[in-house]
Every structure is written in C-alpha cells, then in structure tokens.
C-alpha cells in the first residue's frame, strides 16, 4: 500500500542544508498496524508529513497504492488526501468555528456531492461513538480526550 525508496528530506535554513531522513525504505501493506518509533528529532513527523502528503521529499520516490505520490500540485494532494488518507493530529485540528457535526462532516462534504449521504453517514458513526448529546457544541466545549 505504502512504498517508498531512497526517501531523503533535508531542511534548507539560511545557514546550511539539515539532513533528516537519509534513504529510508519502507514498505507498509494493506492492512498493517505500524508504530514509527525514534528519539526526539530522529524524523518521526517529518516522515509522517511526507507520507501524509502534507510535505514533499527532497529525493528518492513514494508510491501509494501503486501510484506515485511526487510532482502533485497541491490541489491533487489535497484530493489524494481526501481519498486515500485518515489523519489524527496530537492537536486536533478541529475547525474552531464550526460545531461538532460540521467537522466530521466537512471531509466528506468535501469528497461528495451529495451532502445528504454524508449526513446521513455521519450521524450513524457519531452514534456509535457516543458523541450524539456534544455535536452542536463547539471544540472549545468539549474535554481534550
Ligand atoms: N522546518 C524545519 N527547518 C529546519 N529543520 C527542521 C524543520 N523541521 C524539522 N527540522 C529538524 O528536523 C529534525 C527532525 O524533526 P522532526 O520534527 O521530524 O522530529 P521528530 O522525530 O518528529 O521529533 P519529536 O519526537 O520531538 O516530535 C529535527 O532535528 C528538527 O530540528
Ligand atoms: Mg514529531
């Protein structure tokens, strides 16, 4: 599902070029559960950020389900994002002005056109979560976890 070869990142400051992933291949198949694990600063998000197709490598190649994920204009990337890939930020990312439903809801508002499908979607697996008394508050309303 995921491959990627001679993946290599390397940050440009002013001063000079920070190398932090240097080659790195790896193969994820559908299916399997991976922990990325590595000391503070060993390249854990820089990693993620690339595979999640929020950040682009500097060199070697990533495929997705057998496509290439490089050369995108950031339009495709966020289709390819929508489609193809789940986040769960440490910071959450909830949008702050829209309630409880309207975040859930917006990714796939995005992905189809027809808005009551997604509602209806939506509702049945905030149900199963036990989410359906907090949905029109706001994130700032609700406990961390
Ligand atoms: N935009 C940037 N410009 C320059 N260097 C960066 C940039 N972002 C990250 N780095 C450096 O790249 C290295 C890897 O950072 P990264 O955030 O991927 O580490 P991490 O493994 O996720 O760390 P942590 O466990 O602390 O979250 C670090 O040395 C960091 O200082
Ligand atoms: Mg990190």
């Known amino acids: 599902m995921i ?15 920070v190398p932090v992933l240097n080659s790195v291949n790896l193969d994820i198949h559908q299916g399997e559960f991976v ?8 390249g ?8 999640g197709l929020l950040d682009q490598p500097t060199s070697g190649t990533y495929e ?20 193809n890939i789940g ?3 440490q910071q959450f990312c909830l949008l702050p002005r829209l309630t409880i439903f309207e975040n859930i809801v917006l990714p796939l508002q995005y992905a189809s056109g027809d808005v009551s499908d997604a509602y209806a979607y939506c509702r049945g697996l905030i149900d199963r979560l036990g989410l359906a008394s907090l949905i029109t508050r706001k994130p700032a309303q609700l406990s961390g976890g």
Do not use: D, P
């Open 35 to 42: 922990a990325l694990m590595g000391r503070s600063g060993s």
């Open 64 to 83: 997705l389900e057998g496509q290439s994920m490089l050369g995108h204009s950031s339009e495709q990337l966020a289709a390819l994002r929508n489609q």
């Open 87 to 89: 986040f769960v930020f």
């Open 44 to 51: 854990k998000t820089t990693l993620l950020n690339i595979l």
């Open 3 to 17: 491959k990627c070869r001679e993946l290599c990142k390397h940050y440009q400051t002013q001063e000079h070029s």
